[in-house]
């Protein structure tokens, strides 16, 4: 079965510095998705991308954060100046090609911010 | 306040019971997801729903959108059916709001 791929796993980093996590979705997908889950909280939404741009964003998702598709396969977070409130696991998923189907979730990449 | 409510937070159930988890949203939504972690963390689909029953297996979607709600049952449960159940809820948007889960045990 296909599936949506996330690097790395684990990424351990200082404060105020800039990360970038990666997906890989399912290649015939087209809606892209950013999810973030904090120890011991609920699952949040932080970005919904289509057709190379942002469709929704959360109140979570300040200017600090910023997605890319940079070469077709390929979708990233960056987080430019990590606190360490932004210590979570950071889940991707993909859907498509309505974005109404099932969604698809990559493993999380648990971002630790020391 | 929470656009999406889960009830109840916790659950333990022995084996071969039937469970319920509630799901009621105050947005409009396009659809409704269920989702089940796993005790590792990973996280997997198991209904999109829009209207009426799913099936799959042992476990049943259901929603009502007049009155805003969805049920999640497990038929005959199991220990491997031991997880945390989401549901979440997009808007059209596809901005999506998430309930705070429903951790379910099974005992042997």
């Known amino acids: 079965e296909p599936e949506v791929t996330q690097t790395p796993s684990h990424q351990v980093t200082q404060m105020g510095q800039e990360v970038i996590l990666r997906c890989v979705p399912i290649s015939n997908h087209l809606y892209f998705y950013w999810y973030r889950q904090i120890l011991g909280q609920k699952v949040e939404f932080l970005v919904s991308f289509y057709n190379n741009e942002i469709s929704e964003k959360s109140e979570i998702f300040d200017d600090q954060f910023s997605v890319e598709r940079p070469d077709g396969s390929n979708f990233t977070l960056k987080i430019r100046s990590t606190k360490l409130e932004d210590s979570a696991m950071y889940f991707c998923?993909?859907?498509?090609?309505?974005?109404?189907?099932?969604?698809?979730f990559g493993s999380g990449t648990q971002l630790s911010v020391l | 306040k929470n656009e999406v409510e889960q009830s109840p937070q916790n659950l333990t159930a022995q084996e071969g019971e039937f469970i319920t988890i509630n799901c009621s949203y105050s947005?409009?939504?396009?659809?409704l997801h269920w989702l089940q972690q796993h005790p590792g963390g990973g996280i997997v689909s198991l209904f999109m729903l829009s209207s009426g029953k799913k099936k799959h297996g042992r476990l049943i979607a259901t929603i009502n959108i007049q009155e805003k709600h969805s049920s999640l049952h497990i038929t005959a449960s199991h220990p491997r059916d031991s997880a945390v159940y989401i549901c979440a809820a997009p808007n059209t948007g596809n901005q999506f709001y998430f309930g705070t889960g429903t951790s379910l045990t099974v005992i042997p």
């Open positions: 998923a993909s859907n498509g090609p309505s974005g109404q189907e099932k969604l698809f």
């Open positions: 947005v409009g939504i396009s659809a």
